[in-house]
């Protein structure tokens, strides 16, 4: 049966990388692959057409696609709007409605790129972490929630952190399955000597463990001691799994460990069955926008995540993703990897590779 990606380009460079990201889509299909592609507004470019950032049609569209490739969001033109005009909020409300709790965030340093010279930035040589990050709970979403004006006349903001059993559970059984294909180890970290969810999250990841993966290593970390651990001796990690605020610093911190934010791609999954969500890690750089020299590779990373993750194609995802090391390889460079090609021209030489 054919199956569906749905393209949500989005604002500053998504469009550009995203189109590169199709280019390849298209040639899996030229060499069989039953796809359909979609393509629908979303972020920025909707609040201005649509006057919200994610229209009920496109979440519709969204929930009914196999897999949704996103590109970026947001841009200086929307900071500072009320909540429910900035892009921001239609990528929360995508991700909540999509129900996509797991966010897999790998944090790779390619051996082309492990040249100091080449990238002058720090990065760590043969790191390979993958973060499984709780993406539809926690501190972004506990009620209650908002700026409030106490008697006195001062103003109060609140955030609530809270989880509850299930919500820890599914999320650790992604990082666990995902584990026993990789080391057998998982990294939980969290912040169980001040924080009550915390403690929730601790007890919930050892239970299950215990029940249903006795063959996995489990660690426990506290999130400060983790952000040291990073620093220090990352290539101590393979998986880590961390709630939503905690994960979204650390999966940060480590991928300025790889030197290059353009290479990075991610994917938010749900339940079995359930369409994935996958994007690039970068945002809209607004600096860089229109001109046409995005790297395009972590966009052409996360078509190769939807692949494997949402579109049953593990063999066809691994050949994306040896097209773009060999074009590495070749010595392929945009301007982030010191480099002169254009988005455009670093597609051509990945599409290259990919024959
Ligand atoms: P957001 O808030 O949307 O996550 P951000 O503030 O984290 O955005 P980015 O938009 O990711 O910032 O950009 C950070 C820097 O990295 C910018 O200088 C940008 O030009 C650069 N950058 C991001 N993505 C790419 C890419 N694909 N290719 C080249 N440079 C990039
Ligand atoms: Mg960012």
Redesign the pocket.
């Known amino acids: 049966m054919t199956q569906t990606l749905l393209l949500l380009p989005g604002d ?2 998504g469009p550009e ?1 995203t189109a590169v990201a199709r280019r390849v889509a298209g040639r899996l299909i030229s060499q069989g692959l039953d796809l359909s592609i979609t393509e629908a507004r979303f972020g920025g470019v909707a609040i201005d057409a649509d006057g919200v950032p994610l229209t009920d049609e496109t979440l519709a569209a969204a929930k009914a696609a196999d897999a949704v490739r996103m590109g ?4 200086p033109q929307w900071a500072g709007q009320p909540y429910d005009k900035r892009p ?1 909020a239609g990528l929360l409300a995508l991700r909540s409605g999509m129900n996509v709790y797991a966010n897999l965030r790998p944090a790779i340093c390619f051996a082309a790129l492990a040249d100091a010279s080449t990238l002058k930035r720090i990065h760590v040589e043969g790191l390979d972490i993958l973060f499984v990050r709780e993406l539809t709970g926690g501190v972004y979403f506990g009620e209650p929630r908002g700026i409030e004006t106490l008697a006195n006349g001062e103003k109060r903001g609140v955030n609530t952190h809270v989880y509850t059993t299930s919500e820890i559970e599914r999320v650790a059984r992604t990082a666990f399955e995902l584990a026993r294909g990789r080391k057998g180890e998982v990294v939980s970290a969290e912040k169980s000597n001040v924080m009550e969810a915390g403690l929730l999250w601790r007890q919930v990841v050892e239970a299950l463990r215990d029940a249903e993966y006795p063959d996995i290593t489990l660690t426990h970390m506290l999130a400060d001691n983790m952000a040291m651990q990073l620093v220090k001796n990352p290539k101590q990690f393979d998986v880590i799994l961390t709630d939503n605020l905690f994960g979204d610093m650390l999966s ?1 911190e480590a991928a300025m460990l790889t030197g ?4 990075l791609p991610s994917a938010a999954i749900g339940a079995a069955g359930m369409p994935g969500l996958y994007e ?10 229109g001109r046409g ?7 052409i990373l996360s078509l190769a995540m939807a692949l494997r993750h949402s579109l049953g194609e593990p063999e066809l995802a691994a050949r994306v993703e040896a097209a773009v090391e060999a074009a590495l390889n070749a010595g392929a460079r ?3 990897l010191g480099g002169n090609l254009t ?1 455009a021209q670093m597609g051509d030489a990945i599409l290259a590779q990919l024959t």
């Open positions: 500053g460079i990388v970026a969001v947001g841009g921001e940060d290059s934010l353009g290479m690039p890690i970068h945002g809209s750089a607004p600096d860089i926008a020299v995005a790297n395009p590779c972590a966009s945009t301007a982030d988005t």
